[in-house]
């Protein structure tokens, strides 16, 4: 209730086909005062910054969940436009969508991002050389690996807790079983 009189950034849903034709939602949070007919497109392109979550079998439980939700309302109220991403291997949307991850992390799933990030530009959210990553886990990998495979489409990337060694990483007991 003690937020009810401030400006808070809006969600608004949208749909991403990838460069192979798999459909992604996204999220996307804009600045209060910066989208003026509410069409979930801010009235000119804003730096944006793509959210990925960690896992990456994580997914759609996170949209409204206040220790993420926070975080994009703190961006936005920045100026940001901020984009809750979904990439092959979120759970929540099927075990169809969940086995299209299988040993693409450095590939297709990359690609899923950068295509929303292309996306963005195309429509007009994002401003152009201001598209940056932010992510924790496998978010923090896919942070590096978007600088590194797609390095034209970003202009920086911030990775929390980032995995760097996959191969140490799948030896992991919590991991593997």
Same mark, same amino acid.
């Given at each position: 209730p003690e937020l009810e009189a401030a400006a808070m950034a809006k969600r608004h849903a949208f749909e991403v086909k990838t460069r192979d034709g798999l459909s992604l939602p996204v999220h996307v949070y804009l600045p209060a005062g910066s989208d003026q007919n509410n069409d979930g497109i801010p009235d000119k392109p804003l730096p944006t910054i793509l959210y990925v979550h960690g896992g990456p079998w994580v997914g759609v439980v996170h949209w409204n969940q206040y220790f993420h939700w926070r975080n994009f309302q703190l961006l936005? +109220?920045?100026?940001?436009? $901020?984009? +809750?991403c979904e990439f092959r291997g979120s759970t929540g949307l099927g075990k169809a969508f969940v086995d299209k991850s299988m040993k693409v992390w450095g590939t297709a799933m990359t690609n899923? *991002?950068?295509?929303i990030a292309n996306w963005a530009v195309q429509s007009n959210i !994002? @401003? *152009?050389? *201001? $598209?940056?990553l932010w992510g924790w886990s496998y978010g923090g990998? @896919? !942070?590096? #690996?978007?600088?590194?495979? #797609?390095p034209e489409t970003y202009a920086?990337? $911030?990775?929390?807790?980032g995995i760097s060694d996959?191969? @140490?990483f799948c030896k992991n007991p919590m991991v593997s079983n």
């Open positions: 936005a +109220n920045r100026g940001y436009a $901020v984009i +809750n899923d *991002k950068t295509d !994002a @401003a *152009k050389e *201001k $598209v940056a990998y @896919a !942070a590096m #690996a978007a600088l590194a495979f #797609a920086c990337a $911030v990775s929390m807790y996959l191969e @140490a």
